[in-house]
Every structure is written in structure tokens, then in C-alpha cells.
């Protein structure tokens, strides 16, 4: 054993102040002792990448990249320690570690999970930042990248926009998003019908599992390969890196059209006694990406949606990269570096939010549409938005067991519903998550069914019952959220699971469940 004396007696010091650090400050020591015995010899650099509640950067570090402010109150629970480690090693220590103490673990790269996974829990619990972990290496010459978790998706389009206008990954728009959740989860964004989901470009990749080894795709093997692309995040292990390959983005077919709707409420009342306009007003705009000119899109148009009236002034003609960030709701007045590379902004959700999806096969029928245009127009929540995003094209050719996420042939469109809020405090939570349910029981006969499906990266705690924590694990209780997410695929996903972790380390709501224990 190797540890500084100097180390030892500081950190003893600081933990011995804190009151949430449940157990014996004795166990605490040897927590740390833990973390630098498993380090390579004489190599202490994680003693300088752990911040307990007591130490000045932690409320900053905790905040970094924590997006929901429903889940950044007084009362939300906190984690134990923060820690941000650097090196694979690190992850490996603290895997082995937190399991010796038995700390439950959360993993956090960019920090969007709808529900707060990443960074809340109701048991005590070490927070694992991948942030440091952000290096992108682009290998022009075959069309790959190895990416680490902790990049964002804005890091991520910007490396490969740098060397190539023609290249593309089809991943969601929003910069800061996390590639670590959103490829665990499966990931879309403009090029969805041109190439599928992120994960569906995912070649191989670097993982800590449950022991503590580090696991490319040939040792992990192709069972456990195939779950972490898109089986959910939080549920294998701690994935490092992602060797991706990606697309040229100039062709000439009908998937190069995307076409999407969102309708949204418009002034709330608060807003309304400020600017004296009576009515609340629904805002239906669509949003389109092509790849291909303006001119052949206006011909398109006129053929297959010519209510639309579509005119050349209504089209922007941008390379691959820039339009990508119309769709993701800039201005076009920031520069590429702002829009892309600033890992705090976020121009879609400012406050606390709740959010929901569906599918849909079916067109929504004549009396859908006018309901929902009714629950936007008559209701005094703060803001919603309904996104309807298209299917089709390459997503119905890939077959739904490929990776475990299963929604692809024969599904239309993909629904979201975005409620945002600005107020504080219980109540006003409790209004708008009261109203995301009304609205979404209210569309549950026009959309897909039994059962009715939904997306693991737009996470909802509402799907299946006793979500508390630890609870609602057995296989039958689990599936209920299980088949909603993943289809006939969380049956593998279980027996995958049930391998690799059978004792159920990596945990959370709604993680999958290992047949061993539940
Ligand atoms: C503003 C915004 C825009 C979005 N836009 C899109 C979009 O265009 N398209 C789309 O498909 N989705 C979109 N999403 C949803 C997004 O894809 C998911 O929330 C995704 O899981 C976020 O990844 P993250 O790394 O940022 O999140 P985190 O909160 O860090 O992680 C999400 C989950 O994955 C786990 N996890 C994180 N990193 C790892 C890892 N390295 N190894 C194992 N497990 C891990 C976490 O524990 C957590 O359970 C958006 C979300 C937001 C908030
Ligand atoms: C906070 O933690 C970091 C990382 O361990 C350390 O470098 C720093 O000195 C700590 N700050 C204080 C005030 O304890
Ligand atoms: C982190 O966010 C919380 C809640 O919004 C706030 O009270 C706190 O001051 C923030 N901490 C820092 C360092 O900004
Ligand atoms: C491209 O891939 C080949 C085969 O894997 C490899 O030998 C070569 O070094 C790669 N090119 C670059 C620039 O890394
Ligand atoms: C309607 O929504 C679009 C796209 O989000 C936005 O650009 C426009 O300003 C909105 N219009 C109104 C009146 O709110
Ligand atoms: C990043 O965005 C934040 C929030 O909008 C802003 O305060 C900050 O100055 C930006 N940083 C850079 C380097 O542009
Ligand atoms: C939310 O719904 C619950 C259950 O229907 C109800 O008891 C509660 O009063 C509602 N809260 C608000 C703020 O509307």
C-alpha cells in the first residue's frame, strides 16, 4: 500500500464534518484507502478527484451539467462524494470500491435524464461524473471516431464537421446532451429516416463492468454488446468510449426528407397580463431538414404536401452542420464554436420539466388532433409542447431485434410532450406533472397500443408502479415500464443482465433487474 500520509490526514479531517456520511469515519478511510490500494502503484491522482457536500466545488460540480431544475431543490437528496475520474483505472477503483462498501453508484455523462437518474437518488450514493472523460478521436481515413462518454453531441458534430462538410453522425441535435446516455438509450435526431439511431452506428466500445475490468467489444462479448446499445443507461456498467462510423450526408432520396411538427402553447397568463393579449393562442410550426437543394425540395413539395404552399424565402441553404442547429433551436446568429462546444447552454428548457413520448402507426384521427389543440388552448400550465418527430425510411429496414431498441418498422412518428416550467416549489410541480398526465391519457386511443410503447431516453417514472427505490425489481413488476421501452427485448436484456451483474450493482428506478435477486 502506497497512500501519503498527508493525504490521509487531510481527508480524515474533512470527513469527520460531515453529518450526512452516515456510517464510522473509520469506514470512510478505508474507502479511501480502497480507491488508491486499487490505483497502480504509487499512483494517488484519485485523492484529487473526490469532492464530499463539505468541499466548496461540489454545489458547482453538481450543478455543472445537472439539467431539471425539478431535481435541484432544498429537499432533492444529494450525493455522498462527487467523484470526476480521469482514468479508466479510476472507474475500475471506484467500481470495486463503492461495491467493497457497498455505496450505490450513480453514472453521470451529460447529465439530460429526464427523471434525474444520473445525479439523484433516495439511498445514499457516490456520484461518478464522467465529464473529464471527453476526448474525441476522429479517424478520417475510415470514417470512425472513438468518443468518450463524457463528449456532448455538440463536441461530437463539431470534431467531425471540422474535417469533413460531408460526414455526418446521426445523433440528436442538442449540444450538450451526454454521449454516454444518449447512446445507451439509442439516440435520434434529423437523420433518423436517412440512417437510424446513433447506437445503430456504434462498432465498439470501451466498458467497467460489475468487477471492476475493463471490456472492449470482443471481451465483453456480443450479448452484452448488443444491450449496452440502446438496452438504457445505468444498467451494465460504466461505459467509457464508443468507436462510432458514420455517413456521407449528400444523396437523393426521399429519406433525405424530414419533416416535423411541434404545437405549442403560446403566452402563458402571466405573460398575457404583461402584453394585455386575452387569449392563449397554440403554435403549430414545422421543421424541416433536407439534404439536397432548395430547388428539389420546392418539387417535392409541390407533389406531396402542396397545402403547405412551401416557397423558396421559407428555406435556408446550409451545409450539414449549421442546419443541424436550426433544428436544434438556435437563431443562426452564434458561431459554430458557441452553438457547439459551450457545454452550459441549452436553448430548449430553461426550469423544471417533465417529459413523455409515444408512437404512433396510425394517423391520429379527426378527433385527436383538435383534443390536444383544446387541452394546449384552455390550459393555464406555464408551457408544452408537443413534437411530433417522423419515422419511416431506414428505420424500417432495421430489424427490431438488431439492438434492443425494438420501435422501427411500421411506425409513423414518434411523439414527445415537453412541459416546461419557470415557478418553484411542490405545487407548481405538482400542476404541470398533474397536466402531462392528462394530456397523455387523453392521447392514449390514438397511439400505439398494446402495450403502448415509449422511449427509454425520454425517461418516465409514471410507466409501470412502485418505482421507489429497490422496489418494483421482480421480473413481472419491472416488465411493465420493460416492454413499454424495449419490446420483446427486455426479455433478453434480463438474461443478459442477470450474467453480468447478476447482484444488481449498477441500479436505479428503472433499471433492468437481475432474475437472480427479484
Ligand atoms: C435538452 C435535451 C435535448 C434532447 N434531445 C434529444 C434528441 O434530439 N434526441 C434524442 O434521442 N434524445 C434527446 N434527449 C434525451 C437524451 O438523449 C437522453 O436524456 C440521454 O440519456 C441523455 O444522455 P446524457 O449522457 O446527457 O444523460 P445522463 O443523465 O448523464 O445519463 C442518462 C442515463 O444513462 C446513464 N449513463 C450515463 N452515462 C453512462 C455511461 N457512460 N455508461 C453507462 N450508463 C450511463 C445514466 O446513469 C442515466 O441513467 C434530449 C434531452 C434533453 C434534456
Ligand atoms: C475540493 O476537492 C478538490 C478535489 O479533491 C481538491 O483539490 C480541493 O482542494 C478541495 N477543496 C477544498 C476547499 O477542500
Ligand atoms: C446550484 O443550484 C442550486 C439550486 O438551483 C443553487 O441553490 C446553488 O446556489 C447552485 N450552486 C452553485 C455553486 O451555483
Ligand atoms: C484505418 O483502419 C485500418 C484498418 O483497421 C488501420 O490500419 C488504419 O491505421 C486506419 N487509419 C487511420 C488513419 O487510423
Ligand atoms: C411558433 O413556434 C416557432 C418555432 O418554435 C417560433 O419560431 C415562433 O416564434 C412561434 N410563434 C409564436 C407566435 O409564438
Ligand atoms: C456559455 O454559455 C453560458 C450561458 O449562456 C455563458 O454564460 C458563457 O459565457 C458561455 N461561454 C462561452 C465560452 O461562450
Ligand atoms: C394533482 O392530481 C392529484 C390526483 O389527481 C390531486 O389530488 C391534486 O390535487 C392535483 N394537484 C394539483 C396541484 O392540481
Avoid at 180 to 204: E, N, P
Avoid at 214 to 234: Q, S, T
Avoid at 257 to 283: A, D, H, K, M, Y
Amino acid at each position: 500500500m502506497n497512500i501519503p500520509s498527508s493525504f490521509l490526514a487531510l481527508t480524515f479531517a474533512s470527513i469527520l464534518t460531515l453529518e450526512t456520511w452516515e456510517s464510522s469515519a473509520n469506514e470512510h478511510l478505508h474507502f479511501l484507502r480502497c480507491l488508491s490500494l486499487h490505483s497502480p502503484n504509487g499512483d494517488d491522482s484519485i485523492s484529487n478527484l473526490i469532492y464530499p457536500q463539505t468541499n466548496s466545488s461540489f454545489s458547482s460540480i453538481l450543478n455543472f451539467s445537472l439539467r431539471n431544475l425539478r431535481f435541484s431543490t432544498p429537499t432533492t437528496p444529494k450525493p455522498l462524494l462527487i467523484v470526476t475520474p480521469s482514468q479508466p483505472f479510476h472507474v475500475q477503483a471506484l467500481v470495486i470500491c463503492c461495491k467493497a462498501h457497498g455505496f450505490q453508484i450513480r453514472i453521470r455523462s451529460g447529465g439530460h435524464d429526464y427523471e434525474g437518474l444520473s445525479y439523484v437518488s433516495d439511498v445514499p450514493f457516490v456520484l461518478v461524473d464522467l465529464g473529464e472523460f471527453r476526448s474525441i478521436a476522429i479517424d478520417i481515413e475510415n470514417n470512425t471516431a472513438w468518443v468518450q462518454s463524457g463528449a456532448t453531441l455538440g463536441e461530437l458534430h463539431y470534431r467531425i464537421a471540422e474535417k469533413s462538410q460531408t460526414l455526418a453522425f446521426p445523433a440528436g441535435g442538442c449540444p450538450t446532451v451526454g454521449v454516454g446516455g444518449h447512446f445507451s438509450g439509442g439516440g435520434h435526431g434529423g437523420l433518423v429516416r436517412k440512417y437510424g439511431l446513433a447506437a445503430d452506428h456504434v462498432i465498439d466500445a470501451i466498458l467497467v463492468d460489475a468487477n471492476g475490468m475493463v471490456l472492449d467489444r470482443k471481451l465483453m462479448g456480443e450479448d452484452l454488446f448488443w444491450a449496452i446499445r440502446g438496452g438504457g443507461g445505468g444498467s451494465f456498467g460504466i461505459v467509457l468510449s464508443w468507436k462510432i462510423r458514420w455517413q456521407y450526408v449528400a444523396s437523393k432520396v426521399d429519406e433525405n426528407l424530414f419533416i416535423g411538427i411541434t404545437l405549442s402553447t403560446g403566452p402563458n397568463s402571466e405573460e398575457r397580463q404583461r402584453t394585455r393579449t386575452r387569449t392563449r393562442t397554440v403554435n403549430a410550426s414545422f421543421f424541416s431538414l433536407f439534404l439536397g437543394k432548395a430547388n428539389d425540395l420546392l418539387s417535392i413539395m409541390q407533389q406531396s404536401f402542396p397545402e403547405l404552399e412551401l416557397a423558396k424565402q421559407d428555406c435556408i441553404e446550409k451545409s450539414w452542420i449549421e442546419s443541424n442547429l436550426i433544428l436544434a433551436g438556435f437563431t443562426n446568429r452564434e458561431s459554430l464554436e458557441e452553438a457547439l462546444l459551450n457545454r452550459s447552454t441549452t436553448p430548449s428548457f430553461i426550469g423544471a420539466y417533465k417529459v413523455k413520448s409515444d408512437y404512433v402507426k396510425e394517423p391520429i384521427s379527426q378527433t385527436g388532433l383538435p383534443g390536444v389543440w383544446h387541452m394546449l388552448r384552455t390550459t393555464d400550465i406555464d408551457s408544452a409542447s408537443i413534437v411530433l418527430l417522423p419515422y419511416g425510411g431506414k428505420m424500417n429496414e432495421i430489424s427490431e431485434l438488431e439492438i434492443p431498441y425494438p420501435h422501427r418498422a411500421g411506425y409513423v412518428f414518434k411523439i414527445g410532450y415537453f412541459i416546461v416550467w419557470k415557478e418553484r416549489g411542490v405545487d407548481a410541480a405538482e400542476k404541470h406533472l398533474n397536466w402531462s398526465r392528462e394530456v397523455y391519457d387523453f392521447m392514449a386511443p390514438f397511439v400505439s397500443k398494446p402495450p403502448r410503447c415509449a422511449y427509454v431516453n425520454y425517461r418516465d417514472l409514471d410507466l409501470g408502479r412502485n418505482n421507489e427505490f429497490g422496489k418494483g425489481r421482480s421480473y413481472k413488476e419491472a416488465s411493465i415500464w420493460g416492454v413499454k421501452y424495449f419490446g420483446n427485448n427486455f426479455k433478453r436484456l434480463v438474461q443478459v443482465k442477470t450474467r453480468v451483474d447478476p447482484h444488481d450493482f449498477f441500479k436505479h428506478e428503472q433499471s433492468i433487474p437481475s432474475y437472480v435477486l427479484y
